[in-house]
């Protein structure tokens, strides 16, 4: 047809399209106490994950592990701004002075976890609650202390483990559907890998599939302005 603009449309970036990929899924009722996308931070490839949280949509996650105490305040302050919701690895005091979730190992001990399920149980819609999971040891521990979640991995192969045996999708969904609470897949997910996970699946979580076009991965992550945002959801 005449008239008609052939030309291509731009690509999507590829946190765009991992955002697109998480929509999709539908948590079972009561099994979507957590949010359905989550950017998890690590002291190596991501030390610095605001950059990166400034173009998360209201609503995802922002899982702390192993960051530098002092950035710890100025990403709280901007995860509250962002309308996101902080989960802090290991360290419940912590938490609770930031206000934000506590995410607790798999298979190593947390610090501050009876204050924090002091609080929890008082307010358990403040204070979020998730499980680091491997296998069936994690799911249980998850089932014991009433998790909201669990972040159940590595759902595939990943950058940070190479040759390390992944569950893979059809494992993976054998274990979560043995899950107390809503399972959220982490462990080399991208776009195309979350259509592989069943659309009852809590959420995905990423590294690099959530970064900004032309981010590099690496010690010196910083963030650009505030007011900046990538992309944004529909």
């Known amino acids: 047809m005449e008239g008609r603009d052939k030309r291509p449309r ?9 955002v697109a990929a998480a929509r999709r899924f539908r948590p079972r009722p009561g099994r979507d106490g957590l949010p359905r996308l989550w950017l ?10 605001r950059e990166a949280a400034l173009g998360l949509p209201r609503g995802a996650a922002v899982l702390a592990r192993d960051l530098a105490p002092e950035l710890l305040p100025a990403l ?25 979730g506590l995410h607790l190992p ?12 002091l609080a929890r149980r008082r307010d358990p819609r403040r204070w979020r609650l998730s499980q680091a999971a491997h296998g069936r040891s994690g799911l249980a521990r998850a089932r014991r202390i009433g998790a909201d979640g669990v972040l159940l991995s590595p759902a595939f192969p990943t950058a940070s483990h190479p040759g390390a045996p992944a569950l893979g999708p059809l494992r993976w969904a054998a274990l979560a559907r043995r899950a107390s609470c809503g399972a959220v897949a982490l462990g080399g997910v991208d776009s195309r890998r979350a259509r592989r996970l069943p659309g009852w699946a809590c959420g995905i979580s990423a590294l690099e599939g959530l970064l900004p076009s032309g981010h590099s991965v690496s010690q010196k992550s910083r963030p ?5 945002c990538p992309f944004r959801m529909a």
């Open 10 to 18: 731009p690509k999507k970036i590829a946190a765009e399209e991992i």
């Open 76 to 100: 709280a302050r901007l995860c509250r701004a962002r309308g996101l919701v902080l989960m802090l690895a290991g360290d419940g005091r912590t938490a609770l002075r930031l206000r934000a």
């Open 40 to 49: 998890v931070s690590d002291a190596r490839r991501l030390p610095d994950p």
């Open 106 to 117: 798999d298979r190593r001990p947390a610090t501050g976890l009876l204050p924090y399920l």
């Open 224 to 228: 650009r302005d505030p007011g900046h």
